[in-house]
Each structure stands twice: as C-alpha cells, then as structure tokens.
C-alpha cells in the first residue's frame, strides 16, 4: 500500500493487537471505572473495552485495527472494535490537504467519492487523497439508501445531505483496476450500452477490494459514510456536535471496513443521541419531549406527535398504527416526518445484565449484541470531551465465523442459497439501520417500506438487505462505489444559505 506522506510515520505503528495503545486524544486526563463484575465473576467476560486476547482501550493514543482481535472473536469484541475504529477515525488531526479546515477529525482527511470517481476520459486519478479534502456541500447528495432513493428532512425543513469518503487502500485498489470512470468499470460489468450504471452487470466475475494483512500498518479497504444535518450559516451548534463550517452538523456515520478474516466487511453505525427517540418504552432512548442533551431532537418534534405518544413513550410504526417514519413523499418532494428507532438499545449502561458476554459459539444471532453496546456506550463516552462524548455505537454487524476476503457466499434470510458457496448468518444486529442513513428500512418500520413487499421491512432490514453478493456482480464486493458515477448526470444539492 503506497501511503502518503504526510500519514506514512503514524501508519507506520506495528503494534501488535495483543498490545493495543490506548486509542484518542479527546479525552479526560482521567477515567470512569470500568464496570466491575460480582464476585466470583471473571472479570474477562464482561464487555467493557478489553478484547478477548486482554488488549485494553482507554482512549489515550488511538491506533487503528486492521482486523477483530483473533483467535476468539466474541461478539463484544466486534462491537469494541467498533468503538476502536470510531475513536480512531475522530481523532482530531492536520490535513494539509484541506486549505479552508486544515484540524478535523481524521475521517475528513480520507479521500472524499468525487477525488476518486471521475467522469469518462478523464485521466487516473492523482495520488491519494487526490486532490483537497474539503466537504464541499455541492458534491453531497439527498439519497437515502432503498429502492425509493428517499429524502430526510429534519424538524427545522431541512434536507439531510449525505457524503462518502474512500481510505487509501480502496483508493489505491480501485484506480490500479482501472475502475475510476463507468466506462473502466463497464470493462469489469460488461453492461449492455447505455444502461443505467450498478443496475445491470452481466459479467460474473467479481473484482475484490484490497483487504489488507491485519495490521494497523496495512488496513483493508474502508468506506465512511455520513450524515450531516444543514443549519442557518454561523448557527451549527458546535458546542453539541461536530460541525464542518458553520452550518453543516454530523448526525450519522457509517464504517464499513474489509479485512482478511471478514471478507463480508464489518459493519458499524454511530449517530449523535439526540437524532431520535426510541418507539417504545424501556429502553436507553424513550420518548420525551427533550433529548438526553436538554435540546429538541433533529428528527423528532413532540408538537406534531400524535395523540397519546407523548404520554405512552409509543410511537407505532405499523401499518395498523402509523405515527412514525411515515412515507415522507411530499408530492414532487419531501416533507418532515417524526422518526423513532425501531432497534433500541436496553437500558442500564453499564449493568452486569448489558455487561455479560455469551459465547462467540452462541447459535443466538444476537448474543447479548443490545446489552454489551449500552455497556461500551457508557463506558467510552464519559472518557471523552467536547462534543464526541455525544455520539453512541447503535450497532455492528457481520456474519457468523470468518469469511475469506476472495471468496463468494450467499447470505441467510437476504438471499436465496447458491449451490457450491457457502451460507452465512448475519449477527450482531442482524437488521441493522442507522435512522440517518437508512431511515426507512428499519426492522419491522412498515407504516412507510420503500422497498415493498419483496424486501419487507418486517422481516427484513439492515446492511446486507442492500450490500450483498449477488449473481450479478452489481454489488462490486459489496461497495456500491458504482452507484456514484450516475451522480455525475445529477443536479447538484443547493445548500441552505
């Protein structure tokens, strides 16, 4: 992997996993007590950021992973690598790459989809980051995952706009395959002329992103996704979130991250905790008429809530009850609708009930996955300072055992089985669904499904609904990188001034 010069000695760490440093520069000069086990329990069976192998985050020097600790894997120690990579990624760096926000956290300083994927006959891309870094809001786009290509307008009326950014590896790997333009991906697809781009791809070889060795030094393919919400200029409120200017706020971010053990990408999804409300009672989240922060939630407004929601902390999302994620479609546009979390987190933070890991061999798909995220929820976010302390995990996904980087496979419950691969499971959170980015496809929100029946948000929801390997090769190892050259055709996103 050709690294650029300005990252090269920080990439450079060899640390092993088993000696994992403790991992960001935004925190306290002291930390919270882990939780602590009853007596007689092993203190290694709770999730409360050691890794089955006994390295330990503590949120002081934030190294990267290039891979889930081996050998065990438990399922905590995939939801503490979540908070790993998410700990890494927001570490505040330089980036001179960025003449108008030189500090910003590090995800910023990868290369934004637009240095990467260019127009047909344009040349090669230069070397990574290709070009500024700068989020530049007319290069930001309106689409929500699904079928529907669906809009989220916060309680203000304002669009959510959406950018994603490449690491070096996948940057490096896409230009070296010559697949930067439509028509050096149609090579790949062997699409028909003039079809439409990531819909149609013959061809059933499949191209594999660079996966890495598992170091810190060598990271697999990542893509980050994010969500930012638009304020009036000079009026983000940067004292409770991260705002790149003066009006665009993160709400939402999504890692995806390839690496050698876990060819089907791990999975993970933070969102800032006063997005939205959970639709039922007794969880980490319930609804009331402020956020956990003392402010209005962004997507929520308890003015506008149905009769009786306020009151029950219920907001049905069912056909039979609809009062949330309601279909947003305003004719030609779209309009504020008052959005719950279907796939809330317990309550109790640091419990030994949330603690408790179950077995990495569990044949439950869940495994606890609920419990040990509030439990690393409450243990990180006390250990930061300033406005990350107000983002949370809500969720990790991936598929049961390892899976080869190059190999194909077919997934249970998203697919039909594919004679001579292997099935997998998805666990974690199976139906994994950030309310930023995947607003409408959350598990068992059927009051608005975009995708109908055949992909029913009833039974069906999360990461691998979309991103899975199919027949077709329109996946491209499950990015959807491709999906980005149609966006040259489009209008680009007028900002709010």
Same mark, same amino acid.
């Given at each position: 992997?050709?690294?650029?010069?300005?990252? !090269?000695?920080?990439?450079?760490?060899?640390?092993?996993?088993?000696?994992?440093?403790?991992?960001?520069?935004?925190?306290?000069?002291?930390?919270?007590?882990?939780?602590?086990?009853?007596?007689?329990?092993?203190?290694?069976?709770? #999730?409360?950021?050691?890794?089955?192998?006994?390295?330990?985050?503590?949120?002081?020097?934030?190294?990267?992973?290039?891979?889930?600790?081996?050998?065990?894997?438990?399922?905590?120690?995939?939801?503490?690598?979540?908070? $790993?990579?998410?700990?890494?990624?927001?570490?505040?760096?330089?980036?001179?790459?960025?003449?108008?926000?030189?500090?910003?956290?590090?995800?910023?300083?990868?290369?934004?989809?637009?240095?990467?994927?260019?127009?047909?006959?344009?040349?090669?891309?230069?070397?990574?980051?290709?070009?500024? +870094?700068?989020?530049?809001?007319?290069?930001?786009?309106?689409?929500?995952?699904?079928?529907?290509?669906? *809009?989220?307008?916060?309680?203000?009326?304002?669009?959510?706009?959406?950018?994603?950014?490449?690491?070096?590896?996948?940057?490096?790997?896409?230009?070296?395959?010559?697949?930067?333009?439509?028509?050096?991906?149609?090579?790949?697809?062997?699409?028909?002329?003039? /079809?439409?781009?990531?819909?149609? #791809?013959?061809?059933?070889?499949?191209?594999?992103?660079?996966?890495?060795?598992?170091?810190?030094? %060598?990271?697999?393919?990542?893509?980050?996704?994010?969500?930012? !919400?638009?304020?009036? *200029?000079? $009026?983000?409120?940067?004292?409770?979130?991260? #705002?790149?200017?003066?009006?665009?706020?993160?709400?939402?971010?999504?890692?995806?991250?390839?690496?050698?053990?876990?060819?089907?990408?791990?999975?993970?999804?933070?969102?800032?905790?006063? %997005?939205?409300?959970?639709?039922?009672?007794? /969880?980490?989240?319930?609804?009331?008429?402020?956020?956990?922060?003392? +402010?209005?939630?962004?997507?929520?407004?308890?003015?506008?809530?149905?009769?009786?929601?306020?009151?029950?902390?219920?907001?049905?999302?069912?056909?039979?009850?609809?009062? #949330? $994620?309601?279909?947003?479609?305003?004719?030609?546009?779209?309009?504020?609708?008052?959005?719950?979390? +279907?796939?809330?987190?317990? *309550?109790?933070?640091?419990?030994?009930?949330?603690?408790?890991?179950?077995?990495?061999?569990?044949?439950? &798909?869940?495994? %606890?996955?609920?419990?040990?995220?509030?439990?690393?929820?409450?243990?990180? !976010?006390?250990?930061?300072?300033?406005?990350?302390? %107000?983002?949370?995990?809500?969720?990790?996904?991936?598929?049961?055992? +390892?899976?080869? &980087?190059?190999?194909?496979?077919?997934?249970?419950?998203?697919?039909?089985?594919?004679?001579?691969?292997?099935?997998?499971?998805?666990?974690?959170?199976?139906?994994?669904?950030?309310?930023?980015?995947?607003?409408?496809?959350?598990?068992?929100?059927?009051?608005?499904?975009?995708?109908?029946?055949?992909?029913?948000?009833?039974?069906?929801?999360?990461?691998?609904?979309?991103?899975? &390997?199919?027949?077709?090769?329109?996946?491209?190892?499950?990015?959807?990188?491709?999906?980005?050259?149609?966006?040259?055709?489009?209008?680009?996103?007028? *900002?709010? !001034?």
């Amino acid at each position: 992997m050709r690294l650029h010069a300005r990252t !090269r000695p920080l990439l450079r760490s060899t640390l092993a996993v088993a000696t994992l440093g403790a991992l960001s520069l935004h925190c306290k000069d002291s930390e919270d007590p882990a939780p602590q086990p009853d007596a007689g329990t092993n203190p290694q069976v709770l #999730c409360n950021g050691v890794f089955s192998t006994g390295a330990k985050i503590n949120v002081a020097n934030p190294q990267p992973l290039g891979d889930v600790p081996l050998p065990e894997q438990s399922f905590c120690d995939f939801h503490t690598f979540s908070w $790993n990579q998410f700990i890494y990624l927001t570490q505040i760096v330089e980036d001179g790459n960025d003449p108008v926000t030189p500090t910003k956290p590090r995800f910023l300083s990868w290369a934004p989809w637009y240095n990467l994927l260019k127009p047909n006959g344009s040349p090669a891309p230069g070397a990574f980051p290709g070009g500024t +870094t700068t989020l530049e809001v007319g290069m930001l786009d309106q689409k929500q995952a699904g079928a529907g290509q669906d *809009a989220l307008v916060d309680v203000a009326g304002q669009t959510v706009l959406y950018d994603i950014r490449f690491n070096q590896t996948l940057y490096d790997g896409v230009i070296s395959a010559g697949y930067y333009t439509q028509a050096g991906y149609n090579s790949l697809c062997q699409a028909d002329a003039g /079809s439409p781009p990531f819909t149609d #791809c013959p061809n059933p070889q499949q191209f594999w992103l660079p996966w890495g060795d598992g170091t810190s030094a %060598n990271l697999g393919s990542v893509e980050i996704k994010t969500a930012w !919400r638009q304020f009036p *200029a000079n $009026n983000c409120p940067s004292t409770t979130m991260y #705002c790149a200017g003066t009006n665009l706020g993160l709400v939402g971010l999504h890692i995806a991250q390839k690496t050698p053990t876990h060819g089907e990408w791990v999975w993970a999804s933070f969102e800032h905790i006063a %997005n939205t409300p959970d639709c039922n009672p007794g /969880s980490s989240t319930p609804i009331s008429q402020i956020s956990p922060l003392g +402010t209005s939630w962004s997507f929520f407004n308890p003015a506008t809530a149905p009769a009786g929601v306020m009151s029950s902390q219920t907001c049905g999302v069912t056909p039979s009850s609809p009062q #949330c $994620n309601l279909d947003p479609h305003d004719g030609a546009g779209f309009k504020q609708v008052n959005i719950c979390r +279907t796939d809330a987190l317990p *309550a109790g933070g640091t419990s030994n009930a949330n603690c408790a890991v179950v077995g990495s061999s569990s044949s439950d &798909p869940n495994a %606890n996955s609920g419990g040990n995220v509030s439990c690393l929820n409450a243990t990180f !976010r006390p250990q930061l300072i300033g406005v990350w302390k %107000n983002y949370q995990l809500i969720g990790t996904l991936w598929t049961k055992g +390892t899976q080869a &980087p190059d190999s194909d496979f077919w997934i249970q419950l998203f697919q039909q089985p594919k004679s001579g691969l292997p099935e997998k499971t998805a666990v974690g959170f199976p139906h994994l669904a950030n309310t930023t980015l995947e607003t409408y496809l959350q598990t068992g929100s059927t009051a608005y499904d975009p995708n109908g029946s055949s992909l029913s948000n009833a039974d069906k929801a999360g990461c691998f609904g979309c991103h899975n &390997p199919v027949a077709q090769n329109t996946d491209t190892d499950l990015s959807h990188f491709p999906s980005k050259f149609d966006d040259f055709s489009r209008p680009r996103v007028r *900002a709010r !001034r």
